[in-house]
């Protein structure tokens, strides 16, 4: 009898807290989460938001407009995937301001983020009347003109930082950069290139190329610019004008029927890699560079990458450490009394080879004497590479990268390093942005299994009303996504 009772009542009385436990969590979710800002907006950190606070969401509730913490002390403003927390753009990714209520966003026509006691950060010069977030990411101002229409003033999309998302386009005029810097893409008249920054003020080596293959379209001289698309249908557009392809470069999933999110991302290594949206996870999509000897600096200044075997270092008296570069890298060339001559070392290895070689100006030189001889007496030359075969000897004019062990033992390099001045410890940009990724995904995980359950609460309830239809709706999912990055942060510790 007492059991019976208890059966009856317990669904009830967990619904009820459920019920309960979720309008707290949906209310914590909605309540700083606007659709649209209109003029006067204001908003600062929360003290207490270890990961990232939302501001403005799109109609899906897939993306947010929000304060992304960085480094533990300083504040991005991000639009978010939120299931995943990943970044898809910055507003301000190379002056961050602090996670203090000094900072502060507000909308007045553009949208600001200032400290009121130092200076403006960043803003988008306009004078519009609302700030919104479409469900594409694009995070536009617009202007009202009349009731029904508005005018875009501004939108996200037109400045790209590291990712391009479905259906955005990348024109000539604007640039990805990899979050540390290092990296960028770039549009030329009819390729898409990657390029390297190792040397400030120094002018950019190109790695990678991809020259139009017009197989449909050609590329018409005076007609305009090319531009770049993630098309929905799994590949990488390149166009010109009208909607037909000068370049199709397919993803993996190219016409395979996914239904997935995709996004395009310059990563810290320089490689470009697309991906989709599982429902609980980015796959893997595309690949530009798959060899991981042919990116940019795999090993790091100084490093050598063995195909197949990992990383060593040129000299091969230093041992190979992942956290401290092989050699010293400064700023600067060796123009300059100081650093004249006596100041670095000369450093040869045999069995080497650029790993970009053919998109690098080559001189040709019948000895590797004279080769040498070129870059030795060249104050701006950090080293040369001499192919025996060709006769090409490539003079490199930024601090030496990774090169890639080759058997051909005739193919020799010569390397200026730098004397007296100590190791560095390696760039690590990005781990800040992992550690922030992760602790946000735990806090996004308790503020959706909230919503989630008030969800189905709702659907059952609905359903036991009505009858009616059941849809498999996305928060299962994102519960999923939710479970196995708890799983990551706690093994990781
Ligand atoms: C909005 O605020 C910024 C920063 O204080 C200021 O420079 C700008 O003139 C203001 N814009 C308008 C339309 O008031
Ligand atoms: C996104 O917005 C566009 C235009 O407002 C609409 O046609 C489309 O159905 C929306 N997509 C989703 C997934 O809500
Ligand atoms: C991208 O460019 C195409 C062709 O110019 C245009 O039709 C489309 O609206 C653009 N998309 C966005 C998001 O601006
Ligand atoms: C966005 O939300 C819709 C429904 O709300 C879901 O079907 C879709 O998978 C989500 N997309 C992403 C990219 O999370
Ligand atoms: C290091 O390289 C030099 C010059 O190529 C060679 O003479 C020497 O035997 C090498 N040492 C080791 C430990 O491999
Ligand atoms: C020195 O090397 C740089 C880079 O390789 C090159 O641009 C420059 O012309 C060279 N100068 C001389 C005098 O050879
Ligand atoms: C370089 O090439 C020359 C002529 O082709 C040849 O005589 C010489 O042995 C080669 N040197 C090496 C180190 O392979």
């Known amino acids: 009898m007492d059991g019976l009772i208890n059966s009856a009542i317990r669904p009830c009385e967990t619904q009820l807290l459920l019920f309960t436990t979720s309008i707290l969590f949906a209310y914590i979710t909605t309540l700083s989460t606007a659709q649209v800002l209109q003029r006067g907006f204001k908003a600062t950190p929360n003290p207490k938001v270890s990961t990232f606070q939302p501001l403005l969401n799109d109609s899906t509730g897939n993306f947010s407009l929000a304060f992304l913490r960085v480094n533990k002390t300083q504040l991005a403003l991000a639009v978010l995937h939120v299931p995943s927390s990943e970044p898809l753009w910055l507003a301000n990714p190379t002056e961050l301001a602090s996670w203090s209520d000094h900072t ?34 694009n995070l536009q101002i617009q202007k009202k003109l009349d009731q029904a229409a508005s005018s875009v003033l501004w939108q996200s999309f037109d400045f790209p930082t590291d990712t391009l998302v479905e259906n955005q386009n990348f024109t000539a005029s604007q640039s990805l950069i990899s979050q540390n810097g290092l990296y960028s893409m770039r549009l030329g008249s009819n390729f898409i290139g990657l390029y390297a920054n190792f040397q400030e003020k120094y002018d950019d080596q190109i790695y990678w190329k991809h020259r139009a293959l017009e197989a449909k379209a050609e590329i018409v001289e005076g007609q305009g610019p090319i531009y770049v698309r993630v098309n929905s249908d799994g590949y990488l557009g390149m166009y010109q004008k009208g909607s037909i392809p000068v370049d199709v470069e397919p993803f993996n999933s190219f016409q395979r029927p996914i239904d997935g ?18 429902g609980s996870s980015w796959i893997l999509n595309y690949q530009a560079i798959s060899d991981p000897c042919e990116l940019p600096s795999p090993c790091g200044p100084y490093g050598l990458c063995m195909p197949g075997s990992g990383c060593s270092c040129l000299d091969n008296r230093t041992e190979f450490r992942s956290d401290v570069e092989c050699a010293p890298v400064e700023t600067g060339d060796f123009c300059g009394e100081k650093v004249m001559k006596d100041n670095f070392k000369v450093l040869t290895r045999s069995g ?21 001889g070129l870059c030795d007496n060249n104050c701006s030359c950090w080293g040369a590479v001499y192919n025996n075969a060709s006769r090409f000897c490539y003079l490199l004019d930024y601090p030496i990268q990774t090169l ?31 550690y922030a990724v992760v602790g946000g995904v735990i806090a996004v995980f308790i503020g959706l299994i909230g919503f989630w359950t008030y969800r189905t609460w709702i659907r059952r309830k609905r359903t036991r009303e009505e009858e009616g239809e059941f849809s498999p709706g996305p928060y299962k999912n994102l519960g999923s996504a939710s479970f196995k990055s708890i799983e990551m942060s706690s093994s990781s510790r």
């Open 104 to 137: 502060q966003l507000f909308f007045n026509g553009s949208l600001v983020i200032s400290d009121p006691h130092s200076r403006v950060f960043w803003s988008t010069r306009t004078n519009g009347d609302l700030v919104t977030l479409l469900n594409s990411s």
């Open 261 to 278: 999110f995709l996004r395009l991302r310059l990563e810290p290594d320089g490689d470009l890699k697309g991906y989709y949206w599982e």
């Open 352 to 372: 080497v080879e650029l790993p970009y070689k053919e998109l690098m100006q080559y001189e040709t030189a019948s000895s590797l004497e004279q080769c040498q």
């Open 404 to 434: 890639v062990a080759v058997g051909d033992e005739s193919k020799v390099g010569y390397f200026k390093v730098r004397e007296g001045a100590g190791k560095r410890r390696k760039r690590n940009v990005g781990v800040a942005v992992v």
